[in-house]
């Protein structure tokens, strides 16, 4: 049929599979899948609405770390305490009162009591420590001292003393305290509690909150888009030249590798920030480990739900129709983060939500959250995301189905039962 | 222009109770235009939907070239549909793009394309806005591009001339012609008779799913009853009814249309028309395609 080819008035004839033979070969299939996820990728990075978007949660990611690095107490710098320069005797018990309480305190020698309080005032010093008579430490701050750090002064003052006494009847303090520093508990535990860093609690409740927004967005955007190409009715002309299912997934791809740009990106720029500014003081490796379990998560879990999403956007015809349709499936991912955001921070080893998170529907909420806490078993780990990934053709060939049957029918709502049942 | 391109053979679908498709049977020929036409809810797009695999038929089949219809076939239909579809946000020229790309077009050939029916078509100035900024008889154009973008093997067009001033129905009639006489089967429905009489090579009326008349326009028009015009200015009304072997079929002002019966002379006819006035015109006329649809409708459902 290459004759009818010389007649385009605007192409020389091109490589067509027409004929008959050649129709729907893999090679056609994945054309029209890659122009299809091009273009959803393409329209959407080049929307003014995305990239607002995007430029916003960036600068909350930024701000945050700022605001980690700059506020004192919340990062991971410890209490700065001024100590006058000729005192270095003070110094010393004021750094080993800390250790035995398990303060972080920095101490800082000033020159003078007045320099002293200009630091405190202008917020460099978190206190400035003077030794009054009989062994009392007068403490300078800005309005309250820190509770933790009050009890490391107090334990200074009473060492203070006790030196003072001990040297009085003729004996070496040192000699005493070394003594007392043996004694103690020794804590035997038959089942040791796994000892969570307060910096990976938060790097969790941060990649819960960057994948849950990533799922519930990209979820979204796949059902509008698919609504878009129904109420604008561009969907029979799309079904006239492509597949079904060659549709959806092209779509779900090309969300999803939208999604994944954003998420990469927030995740380098938010770990790399705080790195760089020592906020974060994680090993490298744990750092970028999270960053690469939150990827490989939020492609499971978006790839796991997008074709829910899809199906769902199928059955109706308007754009205010989809909110209500997809409420099942934003449920699950807002039920997964939930759980995670509100008991692991404080509980990271809460047997709910460990439960919870190795089953697949919740998991890629719920896993991400627990791997950058830390203390998750291999198996769990493993175990998690083999039935993740299991679910995925399961849910996707069901979604195809629903796609299928229901994204012609323009009009009122396709019942969830006539979508499935024809073939 | 006679061998069958594209031979659509017992279709049939119902929906629940209703039936929209009957054993609807018809081809059509490399180089023909072929028009369908019929009442609102006859099968014409239902039969459309069919032909480019967005629906399936309960049993029947479409043949292209004596093979059954695949999907590397129907990539090289170029199709507009009764509802209008268009990404309303893209760009005139990149949906244009997109749509030559989908039907496996490369890269260059599917830009070179899109502008040249962008120009054909008097869009060319639009190229580069979005289509929702466009007026619908301008969209309808770019429809009618996306549909020709990608130089199709065969033309299937729903309802092409809807919503068209009369500058863009000239167009697009013209386009249809140069298709079809490059070898291309065009087959379109439409509502606006005058314009499927003038244009296309073949007509088929479907009437509740099935065919009821196809043939071409001049096989249908004298298969039916032609029938006689004469003008009277002046004569009294039912004049005509009293000459033998006349029937009165219409009245429009002093113009009456006539059904004679068999062996019945027109002279006579004249000269009774003469007797009672003066007479402006005597003709012969066939049905047109506006009256053969009434007839062939009416008489459908008489049955």
């Known amino acids: ?423 | 222009m006679t061998t069958t391109a594209l031979a659509i053979d017992g279709l049939s679908k119902r929906y629940g109770p209703v039936v929209a498709l009957d054993d609807m049977t018809f081809e059509v020929r490399a180089g023909e235009i072929f028009g369908f036409v019929g009442s609102n809810g006859a099968g014409k797009t239902t039969t459309m939907r069919i032909v480019l695999g967005v629906l399936a038929p309960d049993s029947g089949e479409v043949r292209w070239e004596g093979r059954p219809i695949d999907a590397g076939i129907r990539r090289r239909i170029g199709y507009m549909p009764e509802e209008r579809g268009l990404y309303p946000k893209m760009k005139v020229g990149e949906q244009l793009i997109y749509f030559a790309r989908l039907h496996g077009m490369p890269v260059a050939a599917a830009t070179a394309a899109a502008r040249t029916w962008a120009e054909t078509l008097g869009i060319a100035s639009r190229f580069g806005d979005d289509v929702q900024a466009l007026s619908l008889g301008n969209q309808q154009r770019v429809q009618l591009a996306a549909a020709l973008v990608h130089n199709p093997a065969v033309l299937v067009l729903d309802e092409p001339f809807s919503g068209l001033d009369p500058v863009a129905v000239d167009v697009m009639s013209r386009v249809l012609a140069e298709r079809a006489a490059a070898g291309v089967p065009v087959i379109f429905s439409s509502h606006q008779l005058d314009l499927v009489q003038r244009i296309c090579h073949r007509v088929g009326i479907v009437k509740a799913g099935r065919m009821v008349a196809c043939g071409s326009v001049d096989e249908l028009r004298s298969g039916a009853g032609a029938h006689l015009v004469v003008t009277t200015p002046g004569a009294p009304a039912g004049w005509a009814a009293a000459v033998p072997g006349v029937t009165p079929l219409s009245t429009d002002g002093d113009t009456v249309a006539l059904s004679l019966a068999p062996g019945t002379d027109d002279q006579s006819v004249l000269t009774a028309a003469l007797a009672v006035g003066p007479v402006t015109e005597f003709s012969w006329r066939k049905p047109d395609l506006v009256e053969l649809f009434r007839h062939v409708v009416t008489a459908e459902e008489a049955a």
């Open chain 1, 1 to 423: 049929m290459s004759e009818r080819d010389r007649t385009n008035p605007g192409a020389a004839s091109y490589p067509s599979s027409g004929g008959g033979s050649g129709a729907g070969s893999s090679a056609d299939t994945l054309t029209a899948i890659r122009l299809i996820a091009g273009r959803e990728l393409t329209t959407r990075l080049r929307s003014k609405a995305f990239r607002v978007m995007t430029a916003i949660v960036l600068l909350v990611i930024i701000g945050t770390v700022l605001a980690f690095h700059l506020l004192p107490g919340i990062g991971s710098g410890g209490s700065k305490v001024g100590v006058l320069q000729a005192d270095a005797a003070l110094t010393q018990q004021i750094t080993s009162a800390a250790d035995a309480v398990g303060a972080h305190v920095d101490t800082v020698p000033v020159a003078d009591e007045a320099a002293g309080r200009t630091r405190v005032a202008d917020g460099t010093l978190d206190a400035l420590v003077i030794p009054r008579e009989s062994g009392r430490l007068q403490v300078v701050v800005q309005s309250e001292l820190d509770p933790a750090l009050q009890t490391a002064l107090i334990v200074a003052s009473r060492n203070l003393v006790q030196d003072k006494a001990i040297r009085a009847l003729g004996g070496d303090p040192a000699e005493v305290n070394a003594a007392i520093a043996q004694a103690g508990v020794v804590v035997d535990p038959i089942k040791p509690p796994k000892q969570y860093d307060v910096q990976q609690l938060v790097l969790g409740a941060a990649a819960g909150i960057l994948i849950y927004l990533s799922l519930m967005i990209g979820g979204q955007l796949v059902a509008q888009g698919v609504v878009e190409e129904k109420s604008s009715r561009v969907v029979e002309l799309l079904l006239a030249t492509v597949r079904p299912w060659e549709l959806m997934v092209g779509k779900v791809l090309g969300i999803g590798a939208l999604g994944m740009i954003q998420i990469v990106l927030y995740g380098v720029v938010g770990v790399g920030l705080s790195s760089a500014l020592g906020t974060l003081t994680l090993s490298v490796g744990s750092a970028v480990g999270t960053v690469i379990w939150l990827i490989v998560w939020y492609l499971v879990g978006f790839v796991m739900y997008a074709f829910a999403f899809a199906a769902a956007g199928a059955l109706v015809s308007r754009m205010e129709d989809a909110s209500g349709v997809i409420m099942p499936i934003t449920s699950f991912v807002i039920v997964g983060y939930v759980v995670g955001i509100s008991v692991l921070p404080s509980d990271p080893s809460n047997s709910f939500a460990e439960v919870l998170s190795i089953i697949p529907l919740f998991a890629p909420t719920l896993m991400p959250m627990r791997l950058a806490m830390g203390g998750v078993p291999v198996w769990e780990a493993v175990m998690s995301l083999l039935l993740a990934l299991a679910t995925i053709p399961l849910l996707a060939a069901l979604a195809g189905r629903i796609y299928r049957n229901a994204v012609i029918h323009i009009g009122s709502r396709v019942p969830l039962r006539k979508a499935l049942a024809r073939g």
